[in-house]
């Protein structure tokens, strides 16, 4: 993308199309992706799993004990939900994929309510949960 104007057009256009997931709910799976790929030893395609981590580790940084109710607000329910808008990102060719990259690849990840409730860390300090 060009410039940001660009990349907002583009996730309009996939709301207009799926309007399941709110456009902040792109914005967040690209940065949280960015967020995944600097924890890395060194660039490289990460695979969903992989995303997911970053996701949850993101959210909760960014949104601690309120992630749970933010990902609801925007139409994310389940870890299935991140592969729906991870793909419509890759249909826009906002993102790239492999040949061996699914949107089941996301199924499954993890609990909403355990991930980003019930174990979240209270004890870690503010802004730094593991």
């Known amino acids: 993308m060009e410039n940001r104007s660009e990349f907002y057009e ?7 199309r799926d309007p399941r997931y709110r456009p902040e709910a792109y914005s967040f799976v690209m940065l949280a992706l960015g967020f995944t790929v600097a ?24 949104f601690g004990p309120m992630a749970k109710t933010v990902f609801e607000h925007w139409g994310i329910q389940r870890t299935a939900d991140f592969g729906r808008v991870v793909f419509n990102l890759i ?11 699914r949107p089941e690849d996301f199924e499954g990840g993890y609990d909403f309510e355990a991930a980003f409730v019930r ?8 802004g730094r949960p593991e």
């Open 119 to 126: 174990d979240y860390p209270w004890d870690a300090p503010l």
């Open 39 to 62: 924890s890395l030893d060194a660039p490289r395609h990460v695979t969903g799993q992989e995303l997911l981590e970053g996701i949850r580790r993101y959210a909760l940084q960014e």
């Open 10 to 16: 583009t996730v309009e256009s996939i709301v207009e």
């Open 91 to 101: 249909e826009a060719g906002l993102l790239g994929k492999t040949e061996t990259d």
